[in-house]
Each structure stands twice: as structure tokens, then as C-alpha cells.
């Protein structure tokens, strides 16, 4: 026969208190876990998914609409541009590349709400059925050593600024790799195809 300890109240207050650890360590491992999968399975937060990019992400992030989203031929050319700037040190950052139109029309009542009208507002944000970043034909990058980088050799590549007023905003324009870019509009405002 089998012995059995006896079951005082002081045992049966150790059993409690380690079946309480015990319930309290697994809830947390499960809601860990719960969280993470709540993570994974929306991919992105909902401010990643409408296009913003946080600090830090570089033309070859996989992970980033407003990276990814980009039109294939515009990531293409500014990866192969990238590749041969980092033989100089200098890396893409992509401070804002797609964006979905409903974060173009935030950005542009944000600019109303800074520079005091539509029409001044208009010569940094176009209208998201004008913006050339809704569409994934923009992106506007940082540091201004890839920008210096991109004004002096970018046209191999097909990449243009094009307006004089964002030295940061650049274009895919395929024609620049023989023909050179084209001639930059002052603003949004003079381009024909924000208007």
C-alpha cells in the first residue's frame, strides 16, 4: 500500500499557493503568446499600413508598404543606385515612399493647417488623387549625402528630383538614363500633373 501524506491546512496552503504560481506563470506565457500572434497576424500596425516609415528603414527593407508598395521599376532603380552609393559609404533612407490616400489627405490638412491655405499647402502636398506617392511613383528620401549622391548620378538610373523646392523627392523617369532629367518644376503647383 501506498502512503499518503497527511493533509493539514499548512499543506493544503502550500498546494494553493503553488497551483496560484503555477496559473500565474501560465496565463502570462499564454497572453505572451496570444499577443505575438495578434501581432503577427496583422503584420503591421495600422500607421506602417497606410504608409508611414519609421526612422531608420532603407530602400531594401521588405517589411514596409511605404517601401515595398513602391512602383517594381522605381524600387529597382533606387536599390541599383543605393548598391553602387554604399561603395562611397552612403545609404538610402526612405523618410516616406507610398502612401495610402487616405494619409496624403491627413498630410495635406496638416499642410493647410501649417502654411494657412490650400493653395499654399499645395506647393509641398498634392491631393491624394494627384500625389504621385499614393500611386508609388515617389519617394522622398533623408540624409543629404544620398541626396547629393542621387542630384549628381541619379539620371543613370532613371532617378530625377522634380521640383526644386523638395531636393529630397525623386522620380523614376526612365528617358533621363540617355536624355538626362528633365527640367524641375518650381513646385506641385507648376507640375501639369498635379493640377
Not at 499557493?17 to 506563470?25: H, R, Y
Not at 532629367?181 to 498635379?194: K, L
Request: proline share 6%.
Amino acid at each position: 500500500m501506498g502512503h499518503t501524506a497527511p493533509t493539514t491546512p499548512r499543506t493544503v496552503k502550500r498546494y494553493a499557493v503553488a497551483l496560484l504560481v503555477l496559473a500565474a506563470i501560465v496565463g502570462t506565457v499564454t497572453y505572451r503568446q496570444v499577443s505575438s500572434s495578434v501581432e503577427v497576424v496583422q503584420g503591421h500596425d495600422s500607421a506602417a499600413s497606410d504608409g508611414t516609415v519609421p526612422a531608420g528603414v532603407t530602400v531594401f527593407d521588405e517589411e514596409h508598404p511605404g517601401v515595398t508598395n513602391l512602383d517594381p521599376e522605381l524600387l529597382r532603380a533606387l536599390r541599383a543606385a543605393a548598391k553602387d552609393a554604399a561603395d562611397n559609404d552612403i545609404e538610402f533612407f526612405v523618410n516616406s515612399g507610398w502612401r495610402s490616400p487616405e494619409y496624403q489627405e491627413r498630410l495635406l490638412r496638416e499642410a493647410v493647417d501649417k502654411y494657412g491655405s490650400l493653395r499654399e499647402a499645395s506647393r509641398w502636398v498634392a491631393t491624394p488623387d494627384k500625389s504621385a506617392h499614393v500611386s508609388g511613383d515617389a519617394v522622398d528620401l533623408g540624409k543629404s549625402d544620398a541626396r547629393a549622391w542621387l542630384a549628381k548620378h541619379g539620371a543613370a538610373y532613371g532617378l530625377c528630383q522634380i521640383y526644386r523646392n523638395e531636393p529630397w523627392h525623386y522620380e523614376l523617369r526612365p528617358d533621363a538614363v540617355d536624355d538626362g532629367c528633365p527640367r524641375r518644376y518650381a513646385d506641385p503647383t507648376r507640375d501639369p500633373r498635379t493640377r
